[in-house]
């Protein structure tokens, strides 16, 4: 029977770790309660993308969308909108009355996104195999084993122009037919799920949200690969994704659509999960391999390369989640339909993680092309707590940053390159005015620096060595000889590594470098960090006029830095003073300032 | 000393699992699950049990960051540091934490209740900076906060 509501409450981890569970679970014991259980359904869905504002339950088919919800705020819910059908006006986003024609896509967060990779999340319940059915799911699978041979498989991937989203954007047909052709009766196809950028998570919430979309992807290569084991290597640290990962393997050799003999076809499928275990390095291809084979994660050289001798020495097919979402979608609506959307270069959409200095972080999909303005601005909200837009670091700690006058370029992979940084997994990290560029630098330094498997020695040693010129910069100690030795240290570092990891590892560097020169000289010659983020490059100090002696800081104060008397302005000692900048945000009258 | 250290379940799945091609890393995984890290004494039992030398799995556990080498405290504090984290102040928190309760990254505190470490992106970005504890997460964490959720756990 038709229920009269739908709630849909997002089960994502951040919404998850903001009690979404408790949420999905009093609303449906409240329904209970108030006897309404058989008008609605309750589903705890993947993620909806606006964590932001999580966590998100959204009502059908009024499609109000509330945000910030508390689990105590279930009774009203069933109470209000369910049952006397009048919106919770407190909890919605847009609190201002509704067109009746408007719904939550016009909201400015989702109405310039193109959901292709995460058209489930959000949508459909991930434990539930019969949603993912209901919406085309298994579909572009039977297709492929019943009416398409391999070749016409391939054919489908190549007219889509795919590239591969997990950095480098290789052609994901050139990879399959690469194993394809290559000789031998076992080869293998595995999904990289080991999502090891700092702060990007589209593949945790995919994997999410929809975990079937992945298995049914990885099946279509098996086929047309001629390939019968898969596997998924998913990072130890997303219990979540795993977990839906399982039920969505179970529930999927139930149906006959992973296992012996799939849907009648005579083809055998089969798919296993491998962890991994917290080391980035294993993101790049060769050290995903050798990890799954048990081994330390250490890159191999290339050529060969894994699609011609991989897992075991075989043909293997690696491909990341955010490639693997797109290919039964490819299937159904064919490869063209997906060729005539993004740019000349880069086919079809990219999710990115939108986080930092932003007013609505989350989890945005657009199509190829669409500018960095649009998404830090229009779909972003522009920078939060009205500070300066600064720069945006994308591609991780193997890109670069963006800055103002790059804002219009049309993110896609030759764009992005052309402006010094990449593509990368789709972490898009916004920084503002009080973010120091340099010291962001070497978080990015410092994070490949310990990533780094130590087995060449450019990337070990070079690291290091960079490393040490930019802590000798912000420790104030800089000379302006240190600009020419980090180029010439980067220069080998990317000539001479032997894996991405290395050879990308000066990009943070490089580019900062060439964006922002003026500030890495206010650190060298004028022994200042102008963001105030450099502890050794600051002083913190009293402004005399302004400090009516109330002595807050110097109680606070943990070093017993400040002295002075009562209603007389206070002093720091400039020798004791560790400038934790305690008093600074104890004082209310702005009486400390950073110097 | 071996028959005390690992559990009939964790044995039956090293079992399952010693025959098949790569399993040193799930093994693994299922040892710490069950013991909170991966002594000395566990890891030479891995090796008779799945016949690995005790170097390649030695190897193997101080290459990943996951593996822990040391008793974790009652309660384990995660700091996310990744990017987000540490533009809003992700560091903040760990000096907090060492201020308060004397503890460090990689450190237990005396009395063994809290021990501390600092990883990349819990993946909750939107929420930064972030902490969990136990397993329990914390959103948008501020400096004044952290002993309150700390008064949480006992």
């Not at chain 2, 170097?55 to 974790?72: D, R, S």
Request: net charge negative; proline share 4%.
């Amino acid at each position: 029977m038709a229920y009269k509501n739908y709630i849909l409450v997002c089960g994502g981890t951040a919404c998850e770790s903001s009690k979404s569970e408790e949420i999905y679970k009093n609303l449906i014991a409240e329904a209970k309660a108030l006897g309404v259980e058989d008008q609605v359904q309750v589903v705890l869905t993947g993620c909806f993308g606006f964590c932001e504002q999580g966590p998100i339950v959204k009502v059908l088919p009024e499609d109000s969308f509330y945000v910030q919800v508390k689990p105590e705020d279930a009774k009203e819910i069933i109470e209000e909108h369910v049952i006397k059908g009048r919106e919770v006006k407190r909890l919605l986003y847009i609190k201002e009355e509704r067109k009746p024609y408007e719904e939550v896509e016009d909201i400015q967060f989702y109405n310039k996104q193109l959901r292709i990779v995460l058209r489930n999340c959000g949508v459909i319940d991930p434990e539930n195999i019969n949603e993912y059915i209901a919406r085309d799911g298994y579909k572009a699978l039977e297709k492929v084993l019943f009416e398409m041979k391999p070749d016409d498989v391939i054919e489908e991937v190549k007219t889509a122009g795919l590239r591969g989203r997990g950095g480098a954007g290789f052609p994901t047909w050139m990879k399959w037919n690469f194993s394809k052709v290559a000789e031998g009766d076992v080869k293998y196809v595995v999904c990289n799920a080991d999502e090891g950028d700092p702060g990007a998570y589209m593949d945790r919430s995919t994997l999410e949200g929809d975990p079937h979309s992945i298995l049914e992807a990885m099946t279509i290569c098996g086929y047309t690969i001629g390939a019968h084991q898969g596997y998924i290597y998913i990072r130890a640290e997303y219990p979540l994704a795993i977990h839906r990962l399982e039920v969505a393997m179970k529930q999927s050799r139930e149906y006959g659509f992973l296992g012996k003999d799939i849907l009648g076809s005579g083809f055998d499928f089969n798919i296993e999960i491998r962890l991994g275990a917290g080391a980035f390095v294993c993101g790049e291809e060769t050290a995903l391999l050798q990890s799954i084979e048990g081994h330390r994660g250490m890159p191999q050289p290339r050529p060969p390369f894994p699609a011609v001798k991989g897992l075991w020495g075989k043909p293997t097919v690696i491909n990341n989640v955010e490639t693997w979402a797109n290919v039964p979608v490819i299937i159904n609506k064919g490869g063209k339909w997906f060729s005539e959307i993004g740019t000349q270069d880069s086919h079809g959409t990219k999710v990115f993680a939108l986080t930092g200095k932003i007013k609505n972080s989350g989890l945005v999909e657009v199509p190829m092309g669409t500018t960095l303005r649009e998404i830090v601005y229009d779909i972003g909200g522009g920078i939060a707590n009205g500070k300066r837009f600064k720069a945006v670091q994308t591609g991780g700690p193997s890109g670069g940053v963006i800055t103002e006058e790059n804002l219009d370029t049309p993110i896609d992979f030759g764009g992005l390159q052309r402006i010094g940084s990449m593509m990368g997994s789709g972490g898009m990290i916004v920084m503002d005015e009080d973010d120091c560029i340099v010291d962001v630098a070497k978080f990015y330094l410092n994070f490949t620096v310990d990533e780094s498997c130590g087995k060449c020695a450019p990337c070990r040693i070079g690291g290091k060595k960079l490393m040490n010129l930019l802590e000798k910069i912000t420790d104030g100690k800089g000379t302006e000889d240190d600009i020419a030795q980090i180029k010439k240290v980067a220069l080998a570092m990317q000539k001479g590594s032997l894996c991405a990891l290395g050879q990308t590892a000066p990009n943070p560097v490089l580019s900062s470098l060439r964006y922002f020169p003026e500030e890495y000289e206010a650190h060298i010659k004028e022994k200042r960090c102008p963001s105030g983020k450099c502890k050794k490059l600051i002083r913190y100090e009293i402004n005399q006029d302004k400090c009516i002696g109330c002595t807050a800081c110097a109680r606070k104060c943990p070093v017993g830095a400040i002295s002075g008397e009562v209603k007389h302005p206070h002093k720091i000692n400039q020798e004791v003073c560790i400038k934790c900048g305690v008093c600074k945000q104890t004082c209310r009258f702005s009486a400390v300032e950073i110097k | 000393m071996s028959q005390e250290l690992f559990s009939p379940e964790l044995k039956e799945f090293i079992y399952e699992w010693k025959d098949k091609p790569g399993n040193l890393i799930m093994v693994l995984h299922k040892v710490q699950e069950e013991l909170g890290y991966i002594s000395e004494d566990a890891a030479k039992e891995v090796s008779s049990m799945i016949g690995v030398p005790l170097a390649t799995i030695w190897g193997v556990v101080t290459f990943y960051h996951f593996f822990k080498l040391n008793q974790p405290g009652r309660h384990n504090i995660q700091v996310c540091l990744g990017t987000a984290c540490y533009l809003k102040g992700g560091e903040a928190i760990i000096e907090e934490l060492d201020s308060l309760i004397g503890l460090k990254v990689g450190g237990l505190t005396g009395d063994g209740k809290f021990s501390l470490e600092a990883v990349r992106c819990v993946g909750c970005c939107g929420l930064a900076p972030v902490m969990t504890i136990s397993g329990e997460v914390f959103g948008k964490v501020t400096k004044s906060q952290v002993q309150g959720i700390l008064e949480k756990f006992d």
